[in-house]
C-alpha cells in the first residue's frame, strides 16, 4: 500500500459501490484492501487464510453497502467491523481459542503480550520499527481496539484503568502514528 | 466543551476505531456534523490507522483483486489490467457539473428555437418575397402590354390622315359607343368598343362596313376586346365606305346583319 489516495470522498466512493461500478471496486481496493488484510491477517496469522476472508469480506461490502449508515460511523469503521467479524468467525469456525471478551484481565494482557510478542518476531521490518516507536501502554491499547475489536469500557477493565484514560491514550498512541506516517 | 477539548478527549479516535457504544456513535455522528472543521482531525486520524494496519502486512498485489473481482461479479471478464486503469477524475462539484449540463442544454435548445423561429420566418418571407414577384411581373407584363396598346393607339393618333368615327347607340335606353380610326389612303382601320358590354356566352360582336348602301363584312372582334380600352386592327382593308356599325351576332359571325340587334352606327 502507497499513500492513501484521496480521490474519491466517502459519499462518491459510495455511490461507485451502489452504483456496482468497477472503478469503485478498484479504488476500494486499492486503497482499503491492504489495511482491511492487515487487521484479519493479525487476528488469524495466515496468509492464506486471511486472503480468502479477505475476499469474503469484499463480497460482503460490495453486496451490503446500501445497508452501510453514514449517521452510524464512518465507511472505514463499517468495513473495518465487517473484517473484524468475519476474522474472529473464522477462528471459532477453526475451533480456535478465542482469546475473547469473555477472558478475564490477566489472561487477556496476558494473551495480549503474547501476542505483540508474536507479531513482533514475525511482522516485517517495516511494521516492528513502527511499533517500536510506540510505547507498550500505547500499542496495546491500539492492538486491543484496532485488531480485536474491544469497546473503551471492555479496555478499562482489562487494562483496569479509567475509560477516559483509554481515550486519552488512544489520543496520543494514534497521535505517534500520524507523525511516524507524517498525517498532519 | 469546545472542539479543542473534543479533540484532546481521544473520542474522536475511539469512533474511528469502532470502539464506542451505538448512542456515543450516534453523538459523535452528530458533534461533527456540527463541527466540520472535524472532519479533517478524522481523516487524519483513519489515514494514520489505515497506514499502521497496512503496513508490515503483504497482500499479493497481483492476482487477489482479479481473483475477488471475478467473484463479486462473475459475467464480468477478468480485468487483469484494472490495477492499471487510471481512475476516472474525481467527481467534485458533481452537482455544479450538472447544473452547468443542463444550464448548456437549456441555452442550447432556447437558442435553436429562437434560430428555428428566425429561419421560419425568413422562409416564410422568402414565400411571401416570390409571391410578390410574380404579382410584380405579371402587373408589369400587363403594363407593358397596355403600354404597347397606348403606343400603338398613339402612333395611329399621330397619323394626320387618320379619321375618327365614333359608332354612337342603336338601342335605345341603352347608351353605348365604339370608336373607329380610318386612314383611309392606307385602307386601314381600328376600332375600340369601350363603350359595348360584355356580349352574352355564346355572342360576338361583328364590324360592318356600309359602301353604296349595302352592309359589308369586317369580320368579328375579340369578345376580350369589349369594355376595355384596347384597340384591334380591322382585319381587312378598307378602302371605302359611307358608314361603319357594330351587330351582335353568334359566335364567329353572320354572313348578313341581324338588323335588331345593330348596337352602334357611325357615319365616315
Known sequence: MGEIATKYNEEELIQLLKEQNKAGFDYLYQ???????????????????????????????????????PNKGRLYTWMLNISRNAAIDKTRSKGEIMKSKIHTGENIVDSLEQNIKTEQATDTIGLRNMVADLKPEHASIINLAYF???????????LNIPSGTVKTRMRSAIGQLRKAFAVK | MNT????????????????????????????????PELSAELDAIESALIQYSASGVSLP??????????????????ASASKNVPLPAPQKNVQWRYA?????????????????????????????????????????QLLTAQLDD???AKDMMADTAMQTIVMHTMQKGHPMAAT??????KAEAYVSVDGLPKPPEGMQYQLWVIQDGKPVDMGVLS?????????????MAVSSGEAFAITLEKNGGSPVPTMENLYVLGKA
Open chain 2, 223 to 235: 369578345n376580350k376586346m369589349a369594355n376595355t380600352p384596347k384597340i384591334q386592327k380591322v382585319a
Open chain 2, 150 to 152: 397606348y403606343l400603338k
Open chain 1, 148 to 158: 480485536n475489536g474491544y469497546t473503551i469500557e471492555e479496555i478499562s477493565k482489562t
Open chain 2, 61 to 78: 498485489q497481483v492476482g487477489v483483486s482479479d481473483k475477488i473481482w471475478k467473484t463479486i461479479n462473475p459475467s464480468a471478464p477478468l
Open chain 2, 4 to 35: 479543542g477539548e473534543y479533540i484532546e478527549s481521544g473520542i474522536l479516535e475511539a469512533y474511528v476505531l469502532g470502539v464506542l457504544t451505538a448512542d456515543e456513535n450516534l453523538e459523535v455522528a452528530a458533534y461533527v456534523a456540527m463541527h
Open chain 2, 180 to 185: 373607329l380610326y380610318w386612314s383611309k389612303e
Open chain 1, 31 to 69: 486503497n482499503y484492501a491492504g489495511a482491511l488484510y492487515g487487521v484479519i491477517y493479525r487476528i488469524l496469522n495466515d496468509e492464506q487464510t486471511s486472503q480468502d476472508v479477505l475476499q469474503d469480506v469484499f463480497v460482503k461490502i460490495w453486496n451490503s453497502v446500501a445497508q452501510y449508515n
Open chain 2, 100 to 140: 452547468a449540463i443542463w444550464i448548456v442544454l437549456a441555452g442550447s435548445l432556447a437558442l435553436n428555437l429562437l434560430l428555428w423561429n428566425i429561419g421560419r420566418k425568413n422562409a416564410d418571407t422568402a414565400i411571401a418575397l416570390t409571391k410578390e414577384v410574380a404579382c410584380l411581373h405579371m402587373d408589369q
